[in-house]
C-alpha cells in the first residue's frame, strides 16, 4: 500500500473543501476519503466499505458526525469504527469496521500518515510558516500529469528559475546573468530534510528553500522587514498524476479582498513549471547515473538520494 510513499505524514486536503462533505481522494494509489466530525476533527479511511466494497466519499455526514456508505447506510466515526449498520439491531459492530489512516488538522490542511490501520509513530513536522496565525495564506490548487518525484525535484531546483520564471521569481537570476557566470548550489542536511541557497558569480541574493521531508518545499523570497513564503506541497495521487498546493502566506497586505491577487501569482508561478515537468522521462526520477548531472543539481540529487534510499527503500540510493 502507499507505494514508494509509506509511513510518512502528508498533507492532503484542504480543510476549506470539507466543509460541503466527504472529499474522495487518491493518495500514492490508494483511495482515501477525508470528512470532519461535528467537533471538526477530521477522519481519514481507506475509501471503499467493508460492506460492499463502494466509495464511502460517495456518501454524507450525519448530523451525528459519521461518514454514512451510500449503499446501506452503515455508518463510521473519524477512527473507523461502525457506528450503525441499520436494519441489523444485532450486528456486531466491533468486527464490522472501516480501515482508518491516522489524520491531524494542522493549519490549513487535513494531514495523513500513510499507514492503514496503524498508529503514527510521531507527529507531522510542518513548516511553521503554513500554521503562523500572524500570516495570511492563500492556497492555490493544481493537477499535475507526472510522477510526484519530477514536481518536487523542480520546487527545489534553483537552476531552472532564469528559463522557466525568466520574467517572475527568476528575473532576480536573469537579470545579472552572463554567458559564463556560475551557480554555486549549497545544500545542508537539517533535522526536517534539508536548506539550499544559491550563489549567482559569488552573488547570494538572499533567497532560500527548505525541503521539509516528504514532499514539501518553502520559499524564503528576501524582502525587507516583511516576510513572504511560498510552499509547495507536492501530493502523489498516483503514478503518473500528482496534486500540487502551492500556499502563499504574508505578512503584508494582509486583507482577503488581495488574495486573489496573490491567487493568480502563484498560480501564475505553478502553471509556468507545469509544460517541463509534464514532459521529464522517465516520469519517476531515475538513479543519478542515469542521467547527466553537473553541479548546479546539488539540491535535486540530495531529495534523489532521500527518495530512492529512504521511501523507495532501494540500495540504488
Ligand atoms: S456497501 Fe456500504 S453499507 Fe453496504
Ligand atoms: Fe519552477
Not at 557566470?181 to 559569488?202: C, I, K, N, P
Not at 522521462?281 to 530512492?308: K, N
Request: net charge neutral.
Amino acid at each position: 500500500m502507499f507505494r514508494d510513499f509509506a509511513h510518512v505524514w502528508t498533507p492532503l486536503v484542504p480543510v476549506r473543501s470539507l466543509a460541503a462533505g466527504p472529499v474522495g481522494v487518491r493518495l500514492a494509489g490508494e483511495p482515501v476519503v477525508v470528512f470532519l466530525d461535528r467537533e471538526g476533527q477530521p477522519g481519514a479511511l481507506i475509501d471503499r466499505c467493508p460492506h460492499r466494497g463502494v466509495k464511502l466519499s460517495l456518501g454524507r455526514v450525519t448530523p451525528e458526525g459519521c461518514l454514512e456508505c451510500p449503499f446501506h447506510g452503515w455508518r463510521f466515526g473519524v477512527d473507523g469504527a461502525n457506528r450503525g449498520v441499520p436494519l441489523n439491531p444485532r450486528a456486531r459492530l466491533e468486527t464490522l469496521g472501516a480501515t482508518p489512516l491516522p489524520a491531524r488538522r494542522i493549519g490549513d490542511f487535513v494531514w495523513v500518515y500513510t499507514a492503514a490501520g496503524a498508529e503514527a509513530p510521531g507527529e507531522p513536522s510542518v513548516p511553521p510558516t503554513l500554521t503562523d496565525p500572524g500570516l495570511a495564506r492563500i492556497i492555490v490548487e493544481r493537477t499535475w500529469n507526472c510522477h510526484w518525484t519530477r514536481a518536487m525535484e523542480n520546487m527545489l531546483d534553483s537552476p531552472h528559475l532564469p528559463f522557466v520564471h525568466r520574467n517572475t521569481i527568476g528575473r532576480f537570476v536573469s537579470r545579472y546573468m552572463k554567458p559564463d557566470s556560475e551557480m554555486e548550489v549549497h545544500w545542508e542536511d537539517t533535522d526536517f530534510g534539508g536548506v539550499t541557497h544559491a550563489l549567482l558569480d559569488g552573488r547570494d541574493g538572499g533567497g532560500r528553500l527548505d525541503f521539509h521531508r516528504p514532499n514539501m518545499m518553502t520559499l524564503h523570497i528576501p524582502i525587507p522587514r516583511m516576510s513572504l513564503k511560498i510552499h509547495a506541497l507536492v501530493v502523489p495521487i498516483d503514478e503518473s498524476h500528482t496534486r500540487l498546493f502551492v500556499v502563499g502566506a504574508r505578512s503584508f497586505l494582509k486583507w482577503k479582498a488581495l488574495d486573489p491577487m496573490f491567487e493568480a501569482n502563484a498560480a501564475k508561478i505553478a502553471d509556468e513549471d507545469r509544460d517541463v515537468v509534464e514532459s521529464s522521462f522517465p516520469p519517476e526520477v531515475p538513479h543519478p547515473s542515469e542521467e547527466h548531472s553537473v553541479g548546479s543539481d546539488r539540491a535535486t540529487l540530495a531529495f534523489r538520494r532521500y527518495f530512492l534510499e529512504v521511501l523507495k527503500g532501494s540500495a540504488a540510493g
